[in-house]
């Protein structure tokens, strides 16, 4: 295997442009349909142990590479190595597979193969795999030259111990009704539409109206939107009870009182507890909560409203149209490219390379999945970005968003330890944020006026402060949810509202129906990534420490930045916050002087 590392801030980038171009024209194949979609992909790499016409839905062939690695002797530490690699690759094409299978389900919820496919990975494909998952795992912990492995696999070693540990054969067939059970969420989510002057809409493009002047359409489109979402209430509910009773068994059936803290385990949430996340809810009731207030109430005055209501947090306050930085995906696109090589040369070309792949799916459009994501395409280590665009100015810094996460994939693209190219999901994040922060100087490409910078720029900062409680809320709910299975519909809704009014000052809901009783269900990850949403807050904080650095010494903090980001999985949370220049802590007095930092730019 060789214990070679990437050093810390060694650009290994020019090399990894010189091997993509280089493929980039070689002989495409079919790879069982994939490419239907991915049209632009390069060639995947030569590969050392699996055969190139090897198909990952076929269960037999899979079970008879998976049963060749379980029985093979194992002498010596060089076989070890051997039989480790080779187990690394069949990863990387599998997940390759799995990613390509949940991406085309998610850019055509009507695309009836691309279900068909994603129904079989999730019903046959990973059942099968995952008692031989447990099975190498165990192998390879059980090994009796372990003491003699290499040293940098002690974090990997760890996380493979707490699979096994929390591996149950029993809960394969629980762990597929989950995923079908949350992709009918996916599903209902994106064929939602709304007739709203005279055209069908999506929710996401019914978004735009919140940011319409005249309040009179800003409140009509808010509560078509409403009773749009009202409709599948029941269902969603429905769909939500069904989770948190498999969820919950999944937990007993691996010894866990509850799913919470058998979900944080799974995690590999080796460098905190959940009794840190009350931790950060605190803090953000003492820190941000008065700042929100102040955000709000300078919103209301500028406005000239007696209260404010939902449909007035989005809009100008002095009245102005709304931003309307783009009209294509393609125009977000080469500009967000611009602001990237700007940023860092390194980070222009890389995108540069997304787009000539065909890596991007940015526009909204009927029957696509709600929300945006970067998922990996591991055996080509290439990042790919989907996302809902509609023009908007939040588009801007969601592609700036994502675009951070695969200039992570970017970074880890040589690390020799596959589970290493990987790095724990708050430090993801916090790379993804940083990059909103670090681009948002670069706002002339999209906006020729200073005016309209600055209001860009305040939007952002203004929901950095407005994110933070919103985190909280869905944290608290969730752990609520999962300490108290056995609750009620009511029971859940008033838990929900009770969180909710901790952390949403100066709103008035008045008027506004039950509205604001079902607003979590919105969020996907409660449904599809349950507790993926601390990460969110914590690697906000890890942003704003990157930020704050970068505005004494730009050139150093994106240094150190990068440094993190090649580091991938081989270092801890703690670790990689201390490289990037901040630290791990959830407390007030860390998080205050950030949001001091904020709200001085922003004039308070």
């Given at each position: 295997m060789g214990e070679r590392l990437v050093k810390p801030?060694?650009?290994?980038?020019?090399?990894?442009?010189?091997?993509?171009?280089?493929?980039?024209?070689?002989?495409?194949?079919?790879?069982?349909?994939?490419?239907?979609?991915?049209?632009?992909?390069?060639?995947?790499?030569?590969?050392?142990?699996?055969?190139?016409?090897?198909?990952?839905?076929?269960?037999?062939?899979?079970?008879?590479?998976?049963?060749?690695?379980?029985?093979?002797?194992?002498?010596?530490?060089?076989?070890?190595?051997?039989?480790?690699?080779?187990?690394?690759?069949?990863?990387?094409?599998?997940?390759?597979?799995?990613?390509?299978?949940?991406?085309?389900?998610?850019?055509?919820s009507k695309d009836r193969r691309a279900r068909k496919d994603y129904l079989h990975l999730i019903q046959k494909v990973r059942p099968a795999v995952a008692p031989w998952r447990d099975k190498l795992n165990r192998r390879l912990l059980e090994h009796p030259l372990r003491r003699r492995f290499p040293k940098r696999w002690g974090l990997l070693l760890r996380s493979k111990q707490n699979a096994v540990d929390l591996f149950r054969e029993k809960n394969i067939p629980i762990q597929s009704r989950i995923e079908e059970t949350a992709l009918s969420y996916s599903r209902l989510m994106a064929g939602l539409e709304v007739l709203f002057k005279g055209k069908k809409r999506t929710l996401v493009q019914m978004g735009r109206y919140q940011e319409e002047p005249c309040r009179v359409l800003r409140e009509e489109a808010w509560k078509k939107a409403v009773e749009c979402r009202l409709k599948v209430r029941g269902e969603v509910d429905g769909i939500y009870d069904q989770l948190v009773k498999l969820r919950t068994r999944e937990?007993?059936?691996?010894?866990?009182?509850?799913?919470?803290?058998?979900?944080?385990?799974?995690?590999?949430?080796?460098?905190?507890?959940?009794?840190?996340?009350?931790?950060?809810?605190?803090?953000?009731?003492?820190?941000?909560?008065?700042?929100?207030r102040l955000i709000r109430e300078w919103r209301r005055q500028e406005m000239g409203l007696e209260r404010l209501k939902p449909w007035d947090l989005a809009?100008?306050?002095?009245?102005?149209?709304?931003?309307?930085?783009?009209?294509?995906?393609?125009?977000?696109?080469?500009?967000?490219?611009?602001?990237?090589?700007?940023?860092?040369?390194?980070?222009?070309?890389?995108?540069?390379?997304?787009?000539?792949?065909?890596?991007?799916?940015?526009?909204?459009r009927p029957a696509k999945e709600p929300g945006g994501y970067q998922h990996t395409l591991s055996e080509r280590q290439l990042p790919f970005i989907f996302m809902n665009a509609v023009g908007r100015d939040t588009d801007v810094r969601t592609l700036l968003h994502e675009a951070g996460h695969a200039f992570h994939t970017f970074a880890m693209r040589e690390e020799p330890v596959?589970?290493?190219?990987?790095?724990p999901m708050e430090f993801c994040e916090a790379a993804s944020m940083s990059m909103e922060l670090l681009?948002?100087?670069?706002?002339?490409?999209?906006?020729?006026?200073?005016?309209?910078?600055?209001?860009?720029?305040?939007?952002?900062?203004?929901?950095?402060?407005?994110?933070?409680?919103?985190?909280?809320?869905?944290?608290?709910?969730?752990?609520?949810?999962?300490?108290?299975?056995a609750h009620s519909r009511a029971e859940r809704s008033a838990a929900w509202m009770r969180i909710r009014r901790r952390f949403d000052g100066g709103v008035d809901w008045t008027g506004c129906g039950r509205a604001g009783e079902f607003l979590w269900q919105k969020q996907g990850h409660l449904f599809g990534s349950p507790f993926y949403y601390i990460e969110y807050g914590i690697a906000q904080m890890g942003a704003l420490m990157v930020w704050t650095a970068s505005l004494k010494n730009r050139r150093a903090a994106l240094a150190r930045y990068r440094r993190a980001l090649a580091l991938g999985g081989s270092r801890g949370l703690r670790e990689l916050f201390r490289v990037a220049g901040g630290r791990l802590?959830?407390?007030?007095?860390?998080?205050?002087?950030?949001?001091?930092?904020?709200?001085?730019?922003?004039?308070?």
């Open positions: 801030g060694v650009d290994v980038s020019q090399k990894n442009e010189k091997s993509l171009r280089a493929c980039v024209e070689r002989q495409k194949r079919d790879d069982g349909g994939m490419r239907v979609y991915f049209k632009k992909l390069p060639a995947a790499p030569k590969r050392r142990f699996i055969p190139r016409d090897f198909q990952c839905g076929d269960v037999a062939a899979l079970n008879r590479v998976y049963e060749s690695l379980a029985a093979r002797p194992l002498p010596n530490l060089g076989a070890v190595k051997e039989w480790f690699e080779e187990w690394s690759e069949l990863t990387m094409i599998f997940d390759e597979y799995d990613a390509m299978t949940y991406i085309r389900k998610s850019v055509n937990a007993k059936n691996a010894g866990f009182g509850n799913f919470r803290d058998y979900c944080h385990q799974g995690y590999d949430r080796f460098d905190y507890r959940p009794s840190d996340c009350f931790v950060f809810h605190d803090a953000v009731e003492e820190v941000v909560m008065p700042a929100l809009v100008d306050p002095q009245g102005r149209a709304a931003l309307n930085p783009f009209r294509r995906g393609d125009e977000l696109a080469e500009n967000c490219g611009k602001i990237l090589a700007r940023v860092e040369p390194v980070f222009g070309r890389q995108f540069g390379l997304m787009r000539r792949f065909g890596l991007l799916d940015l526009d909204n596959l589970d290493y190219r990987h790095a681009g948002n100087r670069h706002l002339d490409l999209f906006y020729r006026r200073e005016e309209d910078r600055e209001r860009s720029t305040r939007a952002l900062l203004e929901g950095v402060i407005e994110v933070l409680p919103w985190i909280a809320t869905i944290d608290a709910f969730q752990h609520w949810v999962y300490t108290h299975p802590d959830f407390s007030a007095k860390t998080l205050r002087p950030l949001v001091e930092a904020v709200m001085e730019k922003l004039g308070f």
